[in-house]
Protein backbone atom coordinates (compact mmCIF):
# COMPACT_ATOMS: atom_id res chain seq x y z
CA UNK A 1 0.00 0.00 0.00
CA UNK A 2 1.61 3.33 -1.16
CA UNK A 3 1.96 5.95 1.43
CA UNK A 4 1.44 9.46 0.64
CA UNK A 5 2.74 12.24 2.80
CA UNK A 6 1.74 15.91 3.36
CA UNK A 7 3.71 18.83 3.57
CA UNK A 8 1.94 20.19 6.67
CA UNK A 9 2.73 16.63 7.78
CA UNK A 10 6.31 16.94 7.85
CA UNK A 11 7.27 18.31 10.56
CA UNK A 12 10.55 18.78 10.33
CA UNK A 13 10.43 21.34 7.27
CA UNK A 14 7.90 23.14 9.39
CA UNK A 15 10.50 23.49 11.87
CA UNK A 16 13.16 24.38 9.34
CA UNK A 17 10.53 27.12 7.39
CA UNK A 18 9.70 28.80 10.35
CA UNK A 19 13.35 28.79 11.47
CA UNK A 20 14.23 30.77 8.14
CA UNK A 21 11.46 33.17 8.30
CA UNK A 22 12.51 34.21 11.71
CA UNK A 23 16.04 34.78 10.78
CA UNK A 24 14.65 37.31 7.94
CA UNK A 25 12.68 38.85 10.43
CA UNK A 26 15.48 39.67 12.71
CA UNK A 27 17.68 40.38 9.63
CA UNK A 28 14.97 43.02 8.66
CA UNK A 29 14.84 43.97 12.60
CA UNK A 30 18.82 44.69 12.51
CA UNK A 31 18.48 46.43 9.36
CA UNK A 32 15.76 48.79 10.83
CA UNK A 33 17.33 49.27 14.19
CA UNK A 34 20.81 50.48 12.18
CA UNK A 35 18.74 52.57 9.37
CA UNK A 36 16.75 54.08 12.47
CA UNK A 37 19.78 54.80 14.42
CA UNK A 38 21.94 56.04 11.56
CA UNK A 39 18.50 58.68 10.79
CA UNK A 40 19.00 59.55 14.66
CA UNK A 41 22.76 60.24 13.99
CA UNK A 42 22.23 62.48 11.31
CA UNK A 43 19.40 64.05 12.47
CA UNK A 44 21.83 64.93 15.95
CA UNK A 45 24.63 65.71 13.73
CA UNK A 46 22.52 68.24 11.76
CA UNK A 47 21.73 70.04 15.18
CA UNK A 48 24.99 70.14 16.29
CA UNK A 49 25.77 71.68 13.24
CA UNK A 50 23.12 73.81 13.11
CA UNK A 51 23.83 74.63 17.20
CA UNK A 52 27.58 75.19 16.11
CA UNK A 53 26.50 77.92 12.94
CA UNK A 54 24.44 79.42 16.00
CA UNK A 55 27.46 79.72 18.24
CA UNK A 56 29.64 81.31 15.56
CA UNK A 57 26.92 83.51 14.43
CA UNK A 58 26.36 84.54 17.90
CA UNK A 59 30.61 84.75 18.35
CA UNK A 60 31.03 87.05 15.05
CA UNK A 61 27.84 89.26 16.12
CA UNK A 62 29.85 89.88 20.01
CA UNK A 63 33.36 90.68 17.87
CA UNK A 64 32.13 92.59 15.99
CA UNK A 65 29.98 94.55 19.11
CA UNK A 66 33.30 94.97 20.35
CA UNK A 67 35.29 95.84 17.32
CA UNK A 68 32.22 98.61 17.30
CA UNK A 69 32.48 99.78 20.79
CA UNK A 70 36.24 99.78 20.47
CA UNK A 71 36.13 102.50 17.59
CA UNK A 72 33.30 104.38 19.12
CA UNK A 73 35.73 104.94 22.35
CA UNK A 74 38.54 105.29 20.42
CA UNK A 75 36.92 108.16 18.10
CA UNK A 76 35.43 109.40 21.80
CA UNK A 77 39.05 109.64 23.19
CA UNK A 78 40.23 111.65 20.17
CA UNK A 79 37.83 114.47 20.15
CA UNK A 80 37.70 114.49 24.14
CA UNK A 81 41.86 114.56 23.66
CA UNK A 82 41.02 117.25 20.82
CA UNK A 83 38.51 119.13 22.64
CA UNK A 84 40.97 119.48 26.18
CA UNK A 85 43.92 120.92 23.80
CA UNK A 86 41.69 123.44 22.50
CA UNK A 87 40.74 124.20 25.82
CA UNK A 88 44.22 124.43 27.27
CA UNK A 89 45.31 126.55 23.94
CA UNK A 90 42.40 128.44 24.86
CA UNK A 91 43.72 129.68 29.15
CA UNK A 92 46.83 129.75 27.60
CA UNK A 93 45.80 132.51 25.71
CA UNK A 94 43.89 134.10 28.09
CA UNK A 95 46.91 133.38 30.43
CA UNK A 96 49.11 135.11 28.40
CA UNK A 97 46.62 137.88 27.54
CA UNK A 98 45.82 138.72 31.04
CA UNK A 99 49.89 139.10 31.55
CA UNK A 100 49.97 141.96 28.70
CA UNK A 101 47.26 143.66 30.54
CA UNK A 102 48.30 143.60 34.05
CA UNK A 103 51.39 144.39 32.87
CA UNK A 104 49.84 147.66 30.82
CA UNK A 105 47.85 148.55 34.07
CA UNK A 106 50.91 148.69 36.20
CA UNK A 107 52.76 150.98 33.72
CA UNK A 108 49.58 153.00 33.74
CA UNK A 109 49.54 153.48 37.38
CA UNK A 110 47.06 151.33 38.39
CA UNK A 111 47.36 149.39 41.48
CA UNK A 112 46.48 145.35 42.22
CA UNK A 113 44.63 144.73 45.68
CA UNK A 114 42.43 141.64 46.31
CA UNK A 115 41.20 140.74 42.43
CA UNK A 116 40.97 143.97 41.13
CA UNK A 117 43.05 147.05 39.82
CA UNK A 118 42.68 150.46 40.90
CA UNK A 119 43.54 153.78 39.66
CA UNK A 120 43.50 156.98 41.40
CA UNK A 121 42.76 160.23 39.47
CA UNK A 122 45.77 162.92 39.09
CA UNK A 123 43.28 165.40 38.18
CA UNK A 124 39.20 166.65 39.59
CA UNK A 125 36.54 165.86 38.13
CA UNK A 126 32.89 165.86 38.67
CA UNK A 127 30.95 162.54 40.03
CA UNK A 128 29.29 161.78 36.19
CA UNK A 129 32.50 163.10 34.33
CA UNK A 130 34.89 161.01 36.89
CA UNK A 131 32.82 157.48 36.27
CA UNK A 132 32.50 158.26 32.58
CA UNK A 133 36.61 158.28 32.57
CA UNK A 134 36.51 155.11 34.87
CA UNK A 135 33.80 153.92 31.33
CA UNK A 136 36.76 154.79 29.09
CA UNK A 137 39.42 153.24 30.81
CA UNK A 138 36.90 149.70 30.83
CA UNK A 139 36.62 150.12 34.61
CA UNK A 140 33.95 151.44 36.71
CA UNK A 141 33.81 154.06 40.15
CA UNK A 142 35.05 151.45 42.82
CA UNK A 143 32.44 149.06 44.97
CA UNK A 144 33.69 148.59 48.13
CA UNK A 145 32.67 145.09 49.10
CA UNK A 146 34.56 144.94 52.43
CA UNK A 147 36.84 146.57 55.91
CA UNK A 148 39.83 145.43 54.25
CA UNK A 149 38.36 147.17 50.54
CA UNK A 150 37.42 150.14 52.83
CA UNK A 151 41.22 150.36 54.48
CA UNK A 152 42.70 150.08 51.38
CA UNK A 153 40.69 153.15 49.66
CA UNK A 154 42.01 155.02 52.73
CA UNK A 155 45.65 154.90 51.89
CA UNK A 156 46.11 157.27 49.50
CA UNK A 157 44.89 160.31 51.54
CA UNK A 158 42.88 162.15 48.87
CA UNK A 159 39.08 163.02 48.45
CA UNK A 160 37.93 160.55 46.31
CA UNK A 161 34.73 160.07 44.47
CA UNK A 162 33.16 156.60 44.93
CA UNK A 163 30.72 154.33 42.95
CA UNK A 164 27.66 155.28 45.25
CA UNK A 165 24.78 157.46 44.94
CA UNK A 166 21.01 157.63 45.29
CA UNK A 167 20.79 160.12 42.39
CA UNK A 168 17.81 158.00 41.14
CA UNK A 169 15.77 157.89 44.54
CA UNK A 170 16.85 159.90 47.48
CA UNK A 171 17.86 157.86 50.14
CA UNK A 172 18.22 154.74 48.08
CA UNK A 173 21.77 153.88 47.91
CA UNK A 174 22.96 151.80 45.05
CA UNK A 175 26.14 151.33 43.52
CA UNK A 176 26.99 152.22 40.31
CA UNK A 177 26.32 148.32 39.30
CA UNK A 178 22.70 148.32 40.77
CA UNK A 179 23.32 146.63 44.10
CA UNK A 180 21.96 148.52 47.13
CA UNK A 181 24.30 149.43 50.30
CA UNK A 182 24.36 146.89 52.73
CA UNK A 183 27.55 147.82 54.71
CA UNK A 184 28.30 151.25 54.79
CA UNK A 185 31.27 153.28 56.41
CA UNK A 186 29.32 156.71 57.14
CA UNK A 187 31.27 159.69 59.24
CA UNK A 188 29.25 160.30 61.90
CA UNK A 189 26.19 162.93 61.14
CA UNK A 190 26.43 161.77 57.09
CA UNK A 191 24.73 161.39 54.98
CA UNK A 192 23.03 164.70 55.85
CA UNK A 193 21.89 165.98 52.04
CA UNK A 194 22.58 169.55 52.50
CA UNK A 195 21.94 171.46 49.69
CA UNK A 196 21.16 168.34 47.40
CA UNK A 197 24.08 166.03 48.18
CA UNK A 198 23.72 162.48 45.88
CA UNK A 199 26.91 161.44 45.55
CA UNK A 200 29.43 160.10 48.24
CA UNK A 201 33.21 160.68 48.76
CA UNK A 202 35.72 159.30 50.56
CA UNK A 203 36.72 162.48 52.79
CA UNK A 204 38.35 161.47 55.68
CA UNK A 205 41.69 159.20 56.37
CA UNK A 206 42.11 158.01 59.34
CA UNK A 207 39.05 156.84 60.49
CA UNK A 208 37.61 153.96 59.28
CA UNK A 209 34.42 155.51 58.72
CA UNK A 210 35.19 157.99 56.30
CA UNK A 211 32.27 158.82 53.69
CA UNK A 212 30.83 161.65 52.78
CA UNK A 213 28.04 162.61 50.86
CA UNK A 214 28.46 165.44 48.40
CA UNK A 215 26.80 167.80 45.72
CA UNK A 216 27.82 165.87 42.45
CA UNK A 217 28.74 168.49 40.72
CA UNK A 218 31.99 169.21 43.35
CA UNK A 219 34.91 168.36 41.24
CA UNK A 220 37.66 165.80 43.16
CA UNK A 221 39.85 163.21 42.59
CA UNK A 222 38.58 159.62 41.93
CA UNK A 223 39.19 155.83 41.79
CA UNK A 224 38.47 153.60 39.40
CA UNK A 225 38.00 149.72 39.88
CA UNK A 226 38.72 147.00 37.52
CA UNK A 227 38.28 143.17 38.52
CA UNK A 228 40.47 140.78 36.79
CA UNK A 229 38.27 137.81 38.55
CA UNK A 230 34.95 137.43 40.10
Not at 13 to 42: F, M, P, Q, W
Not at 73 to 93: C, I, Q, S, Y
Not at 126 to 149: H, P, Y
Request: glycine share 4%; proline share 2%; net charge negative.
Amino acid sequence: MEMVYHEEDNPYENTHYASVRSGESKICSDEDRKVAAAELGIKRYRLAAVILGLLCMLQAALIIFLLISLFSERDEFKRTNLDVEAGFKTLTEERDDLKRKLNNLAQEGWEYFRGSFYYISSTRKTWQQSRDDCLQKGADLVIINSKEEQDFTRKFEKRLWIGLTDSKTELKWKWVDGTPLTKSYWDSGEPNDINGEDCVEIRFFDPEKSWNDNNCLTELNWICEMKVRP
